[in-house]
């Protein structure tokens, strides 16, 4: 799975429902009952960038392209997952492969709507999560430190992995997550980490998923949820499931004025997205001609040349030199041909760091 987004979450708790507003098509089955979500449904989603329309006003290209990100549904979670109850296995084998956790916590009552543990209580929720993510790093942060113990005695220089390991298996046991660990930015922690992909070192998102009422004012609920994000260092997205699926559909002015009359300035989803693809360390850069207008996925801080291989390998083997017109310059002075009248265009070289939306032309030689 690589570069995604996991939603997860206890079953019931709008995730599928989320999923498939996402993903503008109803891919995922949402259903009122536990486990209606068995295999990972996966999804590639547009990011949404209103620079690319501006762009398009400028060039009026044939077809606009967004940068698009991965997001995947992954089974409902329970209490007992790190042990294997109900879906456990699957559905830590499947998050271990993404890269960012969206925790879905429900924040709404609804009588209609059954909840796995019987009422609503997002912080009891979010506890049974992270406390089986926990458990699961500590069963393999455990298993490491046997084998460390035994390398210790002949190889004393492991020593200082091993205590890093169980200052680590400590503050794990105190229900913490190890994105928490005063010591994350140590090289012992790092390797690890690298190692052992610990689930509670992974970026998290909290969507919490309210009722139209609550998107307009936050309840008690969405309170709890925000503190809580807020002491783990975590995003926190309001948005109602529910909503966002009805805008499925609608022209973005009718989504828009549909937002409006709810009192909201921007859709939860969009926000998730956008933050998402933050989290996920991406950036875009633009390319604008009469065939598109197209948004490229690079990695933030990549080369020139990185980024030239995201339209194509041979564009980085063969990288002569890049030519370069900001986003702000580029609209600022109407398009390509006036910016360059302007001195507003660029030549960059192999070791230019590419901003987030430049506007970009490659030379190269294969």
């Known amino acids: 799975m690589g570069l995604a987004i996991g939603l997860v979450g206890l079953p019931n708790v709008g995730k599928s429902t989320t999923f498939n507003a996402l993903t503008k098509a109803q891919n995922a089955e949402a259903a009122n009952y536990p486990f209606c979500t068995i295999e990972p449904n996966k999804a590639v989603v547009p990011v949404p960038d209103k620079r690319l329309g501006e762009l398009a006003k400028i060039v009026n290209p044939e077809r606009i392209q967004h940068s698009t990100l991965d997001f995947v549904d992954i089974a409902g979670l329970v209490k007992g997952a790190s042990k294997g109850e109900g879906l456990g296995n699957k559905f830590l084998s499947n998050i271990r492969e993404t890269e960012v956790i969206l925790q879905i916590v429900r924040c709404f009552d609804d009588d209609n709507v059954v909840h796995n543990e019987g009422n609503i209580d997002p912080l009891r929720d979010v506890a049974i999560i992270e406390g089986e993510l926990i458990l699961a790093d500590i069963e393999v942060l455990s298993n490491r430190i046997e084998r460390l113990k035994k390398q210790a005695k002949s190889d004393k220089s492991v020593q200082a992995v091993l205590s890093i390991a169980e200052e680590l298996l400590e503050y794990l046991g105190d229900e913490n997550l190890a994105r928490n660990f005063s010591k994350a930015d140590s090289d012992e922690y790092k390797l690890l980490a690298k190692e052992l992909r610990f689930l509670t070192d992974k970026e998290i998102m909290y969507g919490a998923n309210t009722d139209e009422d609550g998107l307009l004012e936050d309840n008690s609920y969405v309170i709890a949820l925000k503190e809580h994000a807020t002491k783990n260092n975590c995003e926190l ?130």
């Not at 989290?279 to 065939?291: D, E, H, I, W």
Request: hydrophobic share 40%; charged share 30%; with cysteine.
């Open 237 to 366: 997205i309001k948005l109602c499931a529910k909503v966002e699926e009805e805008l499925i559909g609608l022209e973005e002015e009718e989504a828009q004025e549909f937002l409006t009359d709810l009192g909201v300035e921007e859709s939860g989803l969009e926000q998730i997205i956008q933050k998402g693809f933050n989290k996920l360390g991406l950036m875009s850069y633009f390319t604008a001609g009469v065939k598109e207008v197209r948004a490229w996925t690079i990695k933030q801080n990549s080369t020139a040349p990185r980024a030239a291989a995201a339209i194509h390998n041979d564009f980085e083997k063969g990288f002569i030199r890049a030519e370069v017109i900001s986003y702000d310059d580029y609209i600022s002075c109407g398009g390509e041909t006036k910016a360059k009248e302007a001195g507003k265009m660029r030549l960059e070289g192999k070791e230019y760091i590419v901003q987030d939306g430049d506007v970009m032309h490659f030379r190269f030689n294969v």
